[in-house]
């Protein structure tokens, strides 16, 4: 680490802008800005001693110069009567005009945003993973909510609705429960690296000789920097979201996946910027109960953010059920195009299943061979079991089956319950002598791989049982009609 010799220092005494923070004091003279620790004891760490301070100046040096290393020059001794009491952190002074939030809206927003994405990509990638369930596993995260909801609940006093409070407890808890499977692979996965840990768009300045500079790491704790990468750069989307709207942030979080190659369910993104927001809020909170009017408005604004991405991170089981020529499998195909779901067909797996026990794969009567009662169940279990590791590892799924009988209708209710998802059940309702009709002019054009027949939805007709939790759609109409009928149900209890 390069200590910086007082004739490169030029004196405070020039009339240096001063910005203060709750954890120090900024100098800002000439080309140079001077960071300086201040002796406070806060819950979170101790600067109380100059030891302290002075290994806080140096460790923040060490950890910002792996991702700026032309800003951070190194450290300038501070001596009160002729003993050394603190360290400055010793930076090049970056032009206000070019932080990214100043740059929200310009023309050149999305060139710095892509760029951006690669520096912070190119970060991640120089880092080695960390494989430590503390650092990033469902447990760790949980207790960190926790944390944050000490402080947030105060905000039923600053005009954030109690529902609204108890809902991010709910989505948060849900979420964590439902999903450890997903946190356990992205820890074994290699996704989980010594980070910057506090990604927000203020901290980002875009150079236009010397492009992006990102400062200003969360040095003083490790276990809050090191952490899923997806994390670390949920931050800036959640910040850009805030400054520049979602469709700037989902551009972001694009090029980032481009430019590093990882990849995630949409739904823990939506956790992970939620989370950033909800610490934000927390923050806010905390200074307006400092006496900070203003931050009210502010943490209100992050704690709606967090909201917003929570709903939209919610993993749903979709069951769509009915009998042949219904347009259960166009449905479920629609559903699956329109929000971006996994989709999984009977039709497909039975013939898996057969072809894995050395079956022949073929038409067969109504009830009988491979469409007979011992292998329609084990056609379900696999269904089941593929659905579970879906919802497990975050992806909202629909089934496409028959769903004739209850029996196995429970098993879809056992795993939305089990795997905490939000199940939504649809039977597709439609005249038999049309859905005849259906079957009929496909095998025609043979422009589908079911084997029914005629005679199968005379089978199944009769053999079904009521349906009472499930919301009947007539598939009579248009595929636009029924598709934006369906999407309806199923995103019907979904906040903006």
Not at 2 to 21: D, Y
Not at 105 to 129: K, M, N, Q, T, Y
């Amino acid at each position: 680490m390069r200590e910086v010799p007082a004739s490169e220092t030029p004196p405070l005494t020039e009339g240096p802008q001063v910005v203060e923070t709750h954890m120090s004091w900024v100098f800002m003279a000439g080309d140079r800005a001077y960071k300086l620790p201040k002796p406070v004891s806060l819950p979170f760490l101790d600067h109380s001693e100059s030891a302290a301070r002075i290994a806080a100046a140096e460790r923040e040096v060490v950890l910002n110069a792996r991702i700026a290393p032309d800003v951070y020059l190194g450290l300038a001794d501070v001596h009160e009567r002729g003993a050394l009491v603190d360290k400055m952190i010793v930076m090049r002074r970056l032009p206000a005009e070019r932080r990214l939030s100043q740059l929200a809206g310009s023309p050149e927003f999305d060139g710095c945003l892509r760029e951006v994405a690669r520096v912070v990509a190119s970060f991640h990638a120089a880092e080695e993973p960390v494989i430590n369930p503390r650092a990033a596993g469902a447990d760790a995260l949980g207790e960190n909510w926790a944390d944050n909801f000490a402080v947030t609940d105060a905000l039923v006093d600053a005009g954030v609705d109690a529902v609204d409070l108890d809902r991010v407890k709910t989505l948060t808890q849900t979420y964590l429960r439902g999903r450890r499977p997903l946190f356990d692979e992205r820890i074994a996965d290699g996704f989980v690296r010594d980070g910057h840990g506090d990604l927000i768009a203020d901290d980002v300045f875009c150079l236009v000789d010397d492009g992006p500079q990102i400062i200003d790491c969360l040095a003083f704790n490790d276990d809050w920097r090191i952490g899923d990468v997806l994390l670390d750069i949920a931050f800036l989307v959640m910040d850009v979201h805030r400054v520049a709207g979602p469709a700037a942030a989902l551009r972001l979080l694009g090029w980032y996946q481009g430019f590093s190659g990882e990849c995630h369910p949409s739904s823990l993104a939506h956790h992970y910027v939620a989370y950033r927001a909800h610490v934000r809020a927390k923050v806010a909170c905390l200074r307006w109960q400092q006496g900070d009017a203003p931050s009210a408005a502010l943490a209100k604004e992050y704690h709606d953010l967090a909201l917003h991405h929570l709903e939209h991170g919610r993993v749903r089981l979709v069951l769509v059920g009915g009998g042949p020529g219904t347009g259960k499998t166009v449905l479920s195909n629609g559903l699956g195009d329109s929000l971006g779901w996994a989709v999984l067909h009977t039709d497909d797996i039975r013939r898996g299943v057969a072809a894995s026990a050395g079956e022949e794969v073929g038409a067969a009567a109504p009830g009988e061979g491979i469409y007979d009662d011992a292998h329609r169940d084990a056609v379900y279990d696999e269904l089941i079991r593929q659905a579970r590791i879906l919802l497990s590892g975050g992806e909202s799924v629909v089934l496409d089956a028959s769903w004739t009988g209850a029996h196995h209708r429970r098993l879809g209710t056992d795993l939305a319950e089990e795997t905490y998802a939000e199940l939504v059940e649809i039977e597709c309702r439609l005249d038999p002598s049309v859905a005849k009709e259906r079957i009929a002019r496909r095998r025609e054009e043979a422009t589908t791989n079911s084997d029914a027949t005629a005679e199968t939805v005379d089978h199944l007709g009769a053999l079904r049982d009521p349906w009472v939790s499930a919301t009947g759609v007539d598939t009579g109409g248009t595929k636009a009609t029924v598709l934006g009928q369906a999407c309806g149900v199923v995103l019907s209890d979904e906040r903006p």
